[in-house]
C-alpha cells in the first residue's frame, strides 16, 4: 500500500514493512523499549510481511495470514509466556483489496459512506477479513483496557483529523495507526526493501547425517554479464554466500499447490459475516480458562520430532511444523498440539485446540455450561440450530457430532461431491480438507502444520 500513513500518538508497537501496517499491544509496565515483548513481537511480524511479500508483491494479504497464524502457534508463545500477543496487521489484498488481521484486543475501522468496525476480540481465534478499500481511511487501534471490552457500552475509536505526518518504513510507538485512501497517494510508489536481521547459527538437524555436514564447496564464479530473467533472477544458494553476503536468501514458505488460499468475503453485510459478539463477560472469561486449561493439559500417546515437537504417531511428518518422524521410536506421553483450523466461507479461523459446540447462539447451552468451546456463526437461512453440533478432540482426531438438530448437519469428505447427512448424536471422524454444512453455511477443516518438509 502506497497511501499516508499516519500515527496515533501512544506507547504500543507500530511498524510498517513493505507497506504492510503492524500494530503490537504493549502490555507489560513501563514504557516501550527495544527489549519489550511488543518491540519483539512486531519485528517478528515484520519479517513474516517482508517474506510474504517476496512471494506475493501484489498482494500479500492471504499468505500474510496463513504465516501469522502459524507463527500464533508456533513462537508467539516463547516471546510472550502466558500471556496473548495482540496485534492487527493491515496489507494489500491480491483482489485489489484490504486484508485485515486480527489477534486479540484490537480494533480494526474502515471509513467510508459508513463505518465499519472489526473487532479481534470478537472472534474465537483471529479475524482474517479481506474487504474494499475504504473511500476515506483504514486505521488500527489497540483496545487500551481489556475490560473495556466486557461492559454493555463498548467505546468505538474515532478517527483523528488528518494530518502532515507519515510513516513510511520503520517503527515508532503509536496507540493506533490510519491509512488514508481519499486524494492522491502521498509516499513514494518505490518500494522500500525490509532489512531484516536473520540468526547466524544454522537450523537444528533435520536427522542424524545432518548433524555433521560436509565441508564447504569451492564458491563457483558468477558470471558479470548474466542478464536476470524471470529463470534466473535468484542466485542459487550455492552461490549466495560469495555474491551477496550482507544480505543472504531467505529460505521461502513452504507452498502447497494442491490447496487454494481460502476465499474470504468483501465488507458488506450481504458477502459474509461480522465476527460474531461478545457473550456474557463471566461466562466467557470462565470458557476462556476452560479452554485453555484443556488445550495445555490434554495429553496422549505420540512421537515427538526431530524438533522435540509431539506429533500423531501414524503420521510420516510432525504435525507441528512437518518435519519427517522417526517411525521406530517408542510412543510417549506427549500434551496434544490443536488438531486443525476451522475456516468458515467468510475466511474467519478457529483454532481446535479443545472440544468446542458450533451453532447460531451456542453460550448458554448445555456443552457451554459443561465446559465446550462456543463457536458462535452467524446464519440468516434459519437452518441452523442455537447449539447445533459439536467438535469432539478423541487422541488425534477430530470428530463432529450433530446434537439432534432440526435440519441436521452434512459433511463432504475431500474428493467426495455429494454431502453426507451424519446421524444425530453419532460421531463422524473428520479428515484434512472434509467440508461441514451447518444451515447455510460452510466449515472446511484445515491442518495448522505447513507441507511436508522437502
Not at 196 to 203: G, I, L, S, V
Not at 340 to 363: H, I
Amino acid at each position: 500500500m502506497d497511501r499516508q500513513v499516519e500515527v496515533v500518538a501512544g506507547g504500543h508497537a507500530l511498524s510498517r514493512v513493505a507497506g504492510a501496517v503492524i500494530l503490537v499491544a504493549h502490555r507489560e509496565r513501563g514504557r516501550l523499549t527495544p527489549e519489550s515483548r511488543a518491540v519483539t513481537a512486531v519485528r517478528a511480524l515484520g519479517d513474516l510481511v517482508a517474506d510474504a511479500t517476496e512471494l506475493s508483491p501484489d498482494g500479500p494479504g492471504r499468505w500474510i495470514a496463513r504465516q501469522a497464524t502459524r507463527w500464533l502457534m508456533k513462537d508467539a508463545e516463547r516471546i510472550s509466556p502466558g500471556e496473548p500477543i495482540d496485534f492487527g496487521i493491515l496489507s494489500a489484498a491480491d483482489t485489489g483489496g484490504l486484508a485485515i488481521f486480527l489477534h486479540g484486543s484490537v480494533t480494526a475501522v474502515l471509513a467510508g459512506s459508513v463505518v465499519e468496525y472489526y473487532r479481534g476480540s470478537d472472534a474465537a481465534f483471529t479475524v482474517d477479513r479481506v474487504a474494499a478499500p475504504p473511500a476515506r481511511a483504514a486505521a488500527l487501534f489497540i483496545d487500551e483496557s481489556r475490560q473495556e471490552l466486557f461492559g454493555h457500552h463498548q467505546r468505538q475509536p474515532e478517527l483523528p483529523e488528518r494530518g502532515i505526518g507519515s510513516l513510511i518504513e520503520g517503527l515508532a510507538p503509536a496507540a493506533g495507526a490510519v491509512v488514508w485512501f481519499e486524494g492522491e497517494p502521498v509516499v513514494s510508489r518505490t518500494p522500500v526493501r525490509a532489512v531484516r536481521p536473520r540468526p547466524a547459527e544454522p537450523p537444528p538437524p533435520t536427522a542424524a547425517f545432518d548433524a555433521e555436514r560436509d565441508p564447504e564447496p569451492e564458491p563457483l564464479p558468477v558470471d558479470p554479464d548474466l542478464i536476470p530473467t524471470r529463470t534466473s533472477n535468484r542466485i542459487p544458494a550455492s552461490l549466495a554466500a560469495a555474491a551477496a553476503p550482507a544480505d543472504p536468501v531467505t529460505e521461502d514458505i513452504p507452498v502447497d499447490l494442491h490447496r487454494a488460499p481460502t476465499e474470504m468475503a468483501g465488507s458488506s453485510e450481504t458477502s459474509g459475516t461480522n465476527p460474531a459478539p461478545k457473550p456474557d463477560p463471566d461466562l466467557q472469561r470462565r470458557l476462556e480458562a476452560t479452554a485453555k486449561a484443556t488445550a495445555l493439559t490434554a495429553k496422549v500417546l505420540g512421537f515427538k520430532c526431530a524438533r522435540a515437537h509431539p506429533s500423531d504417531p501414524r503420521a510420516a511428518f510432525c504435525t507441528v511444523c512437518g518435519m519427517p518422524v522417526d517411525q521406530t521410536q517408542h510412543v510417549s506421553e506427549v500434551i496434544r498440539p490443536p488438531l486443525g483450523m476451522l475456516v468458515l466461507d467468510d475466511g474467519m479461523t478457529f483454532m481446535l485446540a479443545a472440544d468446542a459446540v458450533v451453532g447460531r447462539d451456542p453460550e448458554l447451552s448445555e456443552p457451554a455450561r459443561a465446559g465446550l468451546l462456543p463457536l458462535r456463526i452467524d446464519d440468516s437461512s434459519g437452518g441452523m440450530s442455537r447449539a447445533h453440533a459439536e467438535i469432539r478432540l478423541v487422541n488425534w482426531d477430530v470428530t463432529i457430532v450433530d446434537r439432534g438438530s432440526t435440519n441436521g448437519t452434512r459433511v463432504r469428505p475431500p474428493g467426495y461431491r455429494d454431502w453426507i447427512r451424519l446421524q444425530p448424536n453419532q460421531p463422524f471422524t473428520l479428515i484434512p480438507g472434509a467440508e461441514i454444512m451447518l444451515g447455510n453455511r460452510v466449515l472446511r477443516l484445515e491442518p495448522v502444520a505447513p507441507p511436508p518438509f522437502g
